[in-house]
């Protein structure tokens, strides 16, 4: 038998208890995901080239958008100096 109950989000119990990494994370852990200081974090978000949530009193971060901004740091890099990304699709 599948104890796996739904939770209505598409996904079921036994995927969000299964000890898989967070898909939001806090600013601390957003900084030391990308290696940077929290104030960093700040100074990208206010300039756009960060997305975050504001979830109840918390300001966290997709770790999907973390990786997209590696991402793109690295084809700015070989490409020159592109354009910070932003969650509207324009430059910041």
Same mark, same amino acid.
């Given at each position: 038998? @599948?104890?796996?109950?739904?939770?209505?989000?598409?996904?079921?119990?036994?995927?969000?208890?299964?000890?898989?990494? &967070?898909?939001?994370?806090?600013?601390? *852990?957003?900084?030391?995901?990308?290696?940077?200081?929290?104030?960093?974090?700040?100074?990208?978000? @206010?300039? !756009? !080239?960060? &997305?975050?949530?504001?979830?109840?009193?918390r300001?966290?971060?997709?770790?999907?958008?973390?990786?997209?901004f590696?991402?793109?740091?690295?084809?700015? *890099?070989? !490409?020159?100096?592109?354009?910070? &990304?932003?969650?509207?699709? !324009?430059?910041?």
């Amino acid at each position: 038998m @599948n104890d796996a109950r739904s939770t209505g989000t598409g996904t079921n119990d036994a995927t969000l208890n299964s000890g898989a990494a &967070p898909m939001l994370v806090d600013r601390r *852990e957003a900084a030391r995901l990308l290696g940077v200081s929290p104030g960093t974090i700040d100074n990208l978000r @206010n300039a !756009g !080239g960060l &997305p975050s949530l504001k979830l109840m009193s918390r300001r966290l971060y997709d770790v999907r958008d973390l990786v997209r901004f590696i991402d793109c740091q690295k084809d700015c *890099e070989v !490409g020159g100096n592109g354009p910070v &990304p932003t969650n509207n699709g !324009g430059v910041a």
